[in-house]
Nanobody
């Protein structure tokens, strides 16, 4: 199973980006999809997740980020609006199937003027 994340890049403050993550291989009945991020010198943190249709967000991104997932397409998205410099990080997607977790390699998001 491989997860391929895309959509990162350089964006100005208050800009938007949409991250995508697609899984390939034998992964079925995905019961958790999430996006984590890790900024330089900091621990990896959960940004947003979706489980059984319910979404959860870190307080720092509530109202600005939206996670959505398509189980049939094995894809998860993260729409990021009103980006701030403190959102700069490597973003990782994660999917869990039958208690086994899979990670993407990460995509860099840089918010800077």
């Amino acid at each position: 199973v491989q997860l391929q994340a895309s959509g990162g890049g350089l964006v100005q403050p208050e800009g938007s980006l949409r991250l995508s993550c697609a899984a390939s291989g034998s992964i079925f009945s995905i019961n958790f999809m999430g996006w984590y991020r890790q900024a330089p010198g900091k621990q990896r943190e959960l940004v947003a997740s979706i489980t059984s249709g319910s979404t959860n967000y870190a307080d720092s991104v509530k109202g600005r980020f939206t996670i959505s997932g398509d189980n049939a397409k094995k894809t998860v998205y993260l729409q990021m609006n009103s980006l701030k410099p403190e959102d700069t990080a490597v973003y990782y997607c994660n999917m869990v199937s039958y208690l086994v977790g899979y990670w993407g390699k990460g995509t860099l998001v840089t918010v800077s003027s």
